[in-house]
């Protein structure tokens, strides 16, 4: 995404446009699923005066209006990304890779609503725990 993107999606979201919120965005669609930490370490090379407040409260402020979303990972480190389209994620539990997968979302909501009974469902948190590729590349060469 471009910084014009971001500019865009605080201004509809009816919040400031400040370098912070610029930052932390162009970092989450650059690396993807980060830790508050992890965000505060990229950012604070960009902008040296930044604080871990500043980040966290910048980072609440997005997920409130939903611009982010969280996912906590069983290693129980909450993560942050951009809310785009749908998807679930896949955990490594061996090496604690968070990966997007994307899924047919409109059935699958269908398909929820008609078993559980439940109406206008628009959000789910769907996190599969397994072992990657790479780590289980690894167990075979071992």
Do not use: W
């Not at 201004?11 to 650059?30: C, G, S, V, Y």
Request: glycine share 2%; charged share 25%; net charge positive.
């Amino acid at each position: 995404m471009s910084n014009n993107n971001f500019v865009k999606i605080l201004k509809d979201k009816k919040l400031k446009i400040t370098p912070q919120r610029i930052a932390i965005l162009e970092e989450l669609d650059k690396h993807g699923h980060s830790s508050v930490d992890d965000i505060f370490s990229l950012i604070k090379t960009r902008i040296p005066s930044v604080s871990l407040a500043t980040i966290y409260k910048n980072i609440l402020a997005m997920q409130n209006v939903d611009i982010l979303k969280s996912v906590k990972t069983p290693t129980q480190k909450q993560k942050y990304e951009i809310n785009k389209i749908p998807h679930i994620h896949l955990f490594c539990k061996v090496c604690d890779n968070l990966e997007d997968f994307e899924i047919d979302t409109i059935n699958f909501q269908k398909y929820c609503e008609l078993k559980s009974g439940y109406s206008d469902i628009n959000d789910a948190s769907i996190l599969l725990i397994g072992i990657c590729k790479n780590c289980q590349n690894n167990q075979k060469a071992v």
